[in-house]
């Protein structure tokens, strides 16, 4: 069903990759952290409680101006007793414009930090990356995992976890590369994620190893995740990374990646 809500020329909305990264932590607490909105029995909203009080939530197509689902979201999120968001600080993330910002806003949220959000057209074929490129099996779980914790320095990633992330339904449609310098050191990963031929794939996440930084190594992973995904069927290669992490938007733009306008999750201060 996120499948389908995906389509070309969104701002990055919450993704079927976005489940199958938290798919890490294991089944059971993804479903913990899924809440659900139907109205009329159909689903119309769906969030992802990524920890550390954030609800990432998506909507389908032609929701945004229900006005009532936009209040029960709002009185959702707001109220603690809802099971959606903790007391206190807490912010959430809506990549789509309409009443359930201005209900936040007007109730003493506040718009945070900028992220940006990138896209490469994936019409035309992707050239060579230039470095040497696997997709990780299960052999590879430990060097894909320890990539990624030189990568991300607060990372908690395992190959226990990338083989519980890889038995949930969206990884099915969804590749984890690793790129190897010319001594056959593993110096970038990423994990790519279709949501079906002819929609928008997702990157996430994408990072070189601390010691192997500045030699092309983000760009080449950038460009492969790019063939992957276009290899998969998708429309569009996209992702979303904080506008202050410099690098991480010069590396996507080096790889072909168009910038969008800034995205602002909504935030409520404690
Ligand atoms: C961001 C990151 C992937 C860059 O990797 P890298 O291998 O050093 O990048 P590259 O050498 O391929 O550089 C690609 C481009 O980005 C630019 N760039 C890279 N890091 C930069 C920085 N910190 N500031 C400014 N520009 C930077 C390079 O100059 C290059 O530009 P060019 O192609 O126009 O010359 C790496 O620092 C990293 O893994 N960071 C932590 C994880 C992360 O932030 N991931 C991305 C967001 S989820």
Redesign the pocket.
């Known amino acids: 069903m996120l499948r389908e809500w995906q389509h070309d020329g969104a701002s990055v909305p919450l993704h079927p990759g976005d489940l199958g990264w938290y798919w890490r932590f294991g089944a059971e607490a993804t479903a913990k952290a899924v809440r659900i909105w139907r109205r009329d029995g159909r689903i119309r909203a769906l969030g992802l409680l990524d920890g550390s009080g954030l609800a990432r939530l998506g909507i389908a197509p032609g929701a945004a101006g229900d006005e009532d689902l936009a209040r029960r979201l709002a009185a959702d999120v707001s109220q603690p007793e809802r099971g959606v968001l903790p007391q206190g600080t807490a912010s959430v993330e809506a990549r789509w414009r309409g009443v359930f910002h201005e209900l936040l806003l007007d109730g003493g949220w506040e718009l945070s930090k900028p992220w940006t959000p990138l896209v490469r057209d994936l019409a035309e074929p992707v050239a060579d990356c230039g470095v040497r490129i696997e997709t990780t099996g299960p052999e590879q779980a430990s060097v894909r995992a320890a990539v990624q914790r030189a990568?991300?320095s607060r990372s908690t990633f395992t190959s226990e976890r990338w083989h519980a992330m890889t038995t949930g339904p969206p990884y099915a449609d969804a590749r984890c590369l690793i790129a190897y310098d010319d001594h056959g050191v593993a110096v970038?990963t990423a994990t790519v994620w279709s949501a079906g031929a002819g929609r928008p794939g997702l990157l996430e996440?994408?990072?070189?190893h601390r010691d192997?930084?500045?030699?092309?190594?983000?760009?080449?992973i950038t460009v492969a995740s790019a063939a992957a995904l276009r290899e998969l069927g998708s429309s569009s290669a996209t992702v979303c990374?904080a506008t202050a992490?410099?690098?991480?938007v010069?590396?996507y733009r080096?790889a072909g990646f168009r910038p969008l306008p800034d995205v602002r999750d909504l935030r409520r201060n404690a």
């Open positions: 990568a991300f970038a996440p994408m990072g070189v192997h930084r500045g030699h092309g190594y983000g760009r080449a990374t992490n410099v690098g991480g010069a590396t080096s």
